[in-house]
């Protein structure tokens, strides 16, 4: 089958290459899954690359998330033939077909296409898990977004609107604040790059943001402790911007605001019920075209 196989790392993905690789072997237990769609993540990349938390052995297939059709399975387990599933397992899905253990595996809702469910895990697990599990994001908050043109950053704003929320779409590119308001329809858009704080205080009429979403990091994340109102949170998804910042710890003493680290993936893990109930909650808002 065809695969995007990473045989080395490297910071150019010249370590990838579309390549013939063999059928997966389905083990006892496992499903295989013909793979219909997959979505690309910063993970993704990050994995490419060797910074990402899970480091793979080489060689390995790329792609975290997959939807697609189950092919074979064990008869008394969850899945049968035809079934239409989504999901995924850090690695694997940038393939034609996958072999997955069950849990990592859930059925695609009625109404929701292929490309649409291969969507959804990832980017908008993330988004839920920080904005309404850690965040607990209320009708009529203020929301700030960073990187609100990439995949989780669309998602975020997708759901603080969903949810009632008045959200501020940020981009550090002039080009995209355009394609911004189009993609997401925000209450504002923020061109993030140097001062930004008197921004987001005439936007939000010097109330400033009950909760600021940032995968970006560096400069993004120093500039963002100023944009927290008093009392909200700064959510911490990623680095992006490629530095990891620092921070004195008088800022958040002194204006009483909460930096909470979010990693979606783990919080599942360690709190499953929870973690279920984020999924069928994101699958619900998505078939009913929310």
Same mark, same amino acid.
């Given at each position: 089958?065809?695969?995007?196989?990473?045989?080395?790392?490297?910071?150019?993905?010249?370590?990838?290459?579309?390549?013939?690789?063999?059928?997966?072997?389905?083990?006892?237990?496992?499903?295989?899954?013909?793979?219909?769609?997959?979505?690309?993540?910063?993970?993704?990349?990050?994995?490419?690359?060797?910074?990402?938390?899970?480091?793979?052995?080489?060689?390995?297939?790329?792609?975290?998330?997959?939807?697609?059709?189950?092919?074979?399975?064990?008869?008394?387990?969850?899945?049968?033939?035809?079934?239409?599933?989504?999901?995924? &397992?850090?690695?694997?899905?940038?393939?034609?077909?996958?072999?997955?253990?069950?849990?990592?595996?859930?059925?695609?809702?009625?109404? !929701?296409?292929?490309?649409?469910?291969?969507? !959804?895990?990832?980017?908008?697990?993330?988004?839920?898990?920080?904005?309404?599990?850690?965040?607990?994001?209320?009708?009529?908050?203020?929301?700030?977004?960073? @990187?609100?043109? $990439? @995949?989780?950053? !669309?998602?975020?704003?997708?759901?603080?609107?969903?949810?009632?929320?008045?959200?501020?779409?940020?981009?550090?590119?002039?080009?995209?604040?355009?394609?911004?308001?189009?993609?997401?329809?925000?209450?504002?858009?923020?061109?993030?790059?140097?001062?930004?704080?008197?921004?987001?205080?005439?936007?939000?009429?010097?109330?400033?943001?009950?909760?600021?979403?940032?995968?970006?990091? $560096?400069? #993004?994340?120093?500039?963002?402790?100023?944009?927290?109102?008093?009392?909200?949170?700064?959510?911490?998804?990623?680095?992006? $911007?490629?530095?990891?910042?620092?921070?004195?710890? &008088? #800022?958040?003493? #002194?204006?009483?605001?909460? #930096?909470? @680290?979010?990693?979606?993936?783990?919080?599942?893990?360690?709190?499953?019920?929870?973690?279920?109930?984020?999924?069928?909650?994101?699958?619900?808002?998505?078939?009913?075209?929310?």
């Amino acid at each position: 089958m065809k695969a995007l196989l990473v045989h080395r790392l490297s910071p150019d993905l010249s370590g990838v290459e579309l390549a013939e690789v063999a059928m997966p072997e389905r083990r006892a237990g496992e499903v295989l899954v013909r793979i219909r769609a997959a979505s690309l993540n910063f993970p993704d990349l990050l994995m490419t690359r060797g910074l990402y938390q899970a480091k793979p052995e080489l060689p390995f297939v790329a792609g975290l998330e997959l939807a697609g059709e189950v092919i074979a399975a064990d008869p008394d387990g969850p899945f049968r033939p035809l079934d239409r599933v989504m999901g995924g &397992n850090k690695t694997g899905a940038f393939a034609e077909y996958a072999s997955l253990p069950p849990t990592a595996l859930r059925p695609i809702p009625d109404g !929701l296409d292929f490309v649409t469910a291969a969507a !959804l895990g990832a980017a908008y697990g993330t988004a839920w898990t920080a904005l309404v599990e850690q965040g607990g994001l209320k009708a009529g908050q203020w929301v700030l977004v960073h @990187g609100a043109s $990439g @995949g989780v950053g !669309l998602a975020a704003c997708d759901l603080a609107k969903a949810l009632g929320a008045k959200v501020i779409a940020a981009s550090g590119s002039p080009e995209k604040l355009g394609a911004l308001a189009a993609a997401c329809q925000p209450d504002a858009v923020l061109l993030a790059q140097g001062r930004f704080r008197e921004a987001v205080a005439e936007i939000t009429g010097g109330e400033l943001c009950d909760l600021v979403f940032d995968p970006v990091g $560096g400069d #993004i994340f120093d500039e963002s402790t100023r944009c927290v109102a008093f009392g909200g949170k700064l959510l911490v998804i990623g680095f992006a $911007g490629g530095r990891i910042a620092e921070i004195s710890t &008088n #800022i958040p003493l #002194i204006k009483g605001f909460a #930096i909470v @680290g979010v990693r979606a993936g783990e919080y599942a893990r360690r709190f499953p019920e929870r973690g279920q109930a984020i999924r069928e909650a994101v699958n619900a808002m998505a078939a009913a075209g929310r």
